[in-house]
């Protein structure tokens, strides 16, 4: 990549590594200033909500407003945010000071996957992409290791406050990317830029459909990990740590692996590693099936992005990545609410086995919906 954008990805890093840290930071602070397991539940409901409803409103924001200065104002916004959580002890403050926070990651997300294109070439999209989500993914894998050393020393305020820092290092960084933006085509005269223009594509109407519907399967193995390890592996709480760090290493991995027309094959591992989660009679196989199961969620999270920066009209980004932002969110809080409910009924195994052959099915209707161009869903009841 060219020197001259570099501080994007430098931002990128840092404030993923903040992000991950404070994460854990906000759900300790809210469980010992209210004492009740429901209290960070409900922060951790706010941080979704603002996408849930209000993601194709900000997406058009970052397409009417410039996608930079949205970057920067949605860094700001989160660096308020998590600064006033040092200082507000009551439930109602805090909860919204944590959906203020879910506003700034709301519009952050439109628009970085908008500004991306501007930076760089169309050679250089895949790469690039692949470039952040690997960033983003080892941030959240350092972050919460970072937090555990700061909270030896210090208490959960202080890494809040890091987190803080680095939101405004982020948008300091940020600032360092103006007269680099390219400029992007304005829309025609008769092509107003709405919401309706993005969803009347069918391809387009595919891409984020898939995204909404694989989060929604994907989701349910945040439920399911708990229950696989501590019941059906008897691994206690390190299993749980080496599942999750599977992961995640694996998420890291494939995201460098991620381009554009690879969606395929990254939904095939995940169906394949939920299936050997579900299969896995000792946790070593369970482990590696989590780790292939990262590797193909990275490469497929980064070429269903790279495919709709190409596929949609530059204009149109923000409102695009706002909508996948909203499915996405929505996929995740239906993921938390059913995953439980099967996991409690059926258990981790069957539950990881129906996630699986979901998510295959997903597969087929999908790669056969984006060579006709009919919606997931109007191939699924044809």
Not at 193 to 198: A, M, N, T
């Amino acid at each position: 990549m060219h020197r001259k954008v570099r501080p994007f990805f430098v931002a990128q890093a840092q404030g993923a590594i903040g992000d991950g840290a404070g994460y854990v930071a906000l759900l300790l602070l809210a469980y010992d200033r209210l004492g009740s397991a429901w209290a960070a539940t409900a922060l951790t409901l706010a941080d979704f909500g603002p996408a849930m409803l209000l993601g194709p409103l900000l997406g058009a924001l970052v397409d009417r407003h410039g996608r930079l200065r949205s970057a920067i104002v949605s860094d700001l916004i989160r660096a308020v945010a998590f600064a006033g959580l040092l200082f507000v002890h009551n439930a109602a403050g805090m909860i919204a000071l944590a959906l203020l926070a879910g506003v700034g990651t709301a519009l952050f997300r439109p628009a970085i996957g908008a500004l991306l294109p501007t930076l760089t070439t169309k050679e250089q999209l895949g790469p690039a992409n692949a470039l952040v989500s690997m960033l983003r993914d080892g941030g959240q894998l350092l972050g919460p290791a970072l937090a555990a050393g700061l909270l030896l020393i210090a208490g959960p305020e202080t890494v809040l406050g890091f987190n803080a820092v680095t939101f405004v290092l982020s948008a300091l960084l940020l600032t360092r990317l103006r007269g680099h933006v390219r400029p992007v085509a304005p829309a025609s005269a008769d092509e107003p830029p709405r919401v309706r223009l993005v969803l009347a594509d069918a391809r387009t109407r595919v891409l984020m459909i898939t995204s909404g519907v694989v989060t929604l399967a994907g989701g349910t193995l945040n439920v399911s990990e708990l229950a696989l390890s501590q019941h059906d592996l008897q691994a206690g709480g390190t299993g749980l740590a080496l599942l999750i760090g599977a992961m995640g290493v694996g998420l890291t991995v494939g995201s460098g692996l991620g381009g554009e027309s690879r969606d395929l094959l990254g939904l095939v591992l995940v169906t394949a590693g939920m299936i050997g989660a579900a299969l896995a009679p000792v946790l070593a196989l369970a482990v590696a099936a989590f780790a292939v199961l990262g590797v193909g969620n990275g490469i497929f999270i980064v070429s269903n992005r790279v495919m709709l920066q190409r596929h949609v009209a530059e204009h149109l980004h923000g409102r695009a990545f706002g909508l996948v932002s909203a499915f996405d969110s929505w996929g995740i809080c239906a993921a938390v609410v059913l995953g439980g409910a099967l996991v409690a009924t059926t258990g981790a195994r069957p539950t990881l086995a129906l996630a699986g052959g979901a998510m295959a099915l997903i597969a087929l209707i999908s790669r056969r919906a984006l060579k006709t161009g009919a919606t997931p869903l109007a191939l699924a009841t044809a």
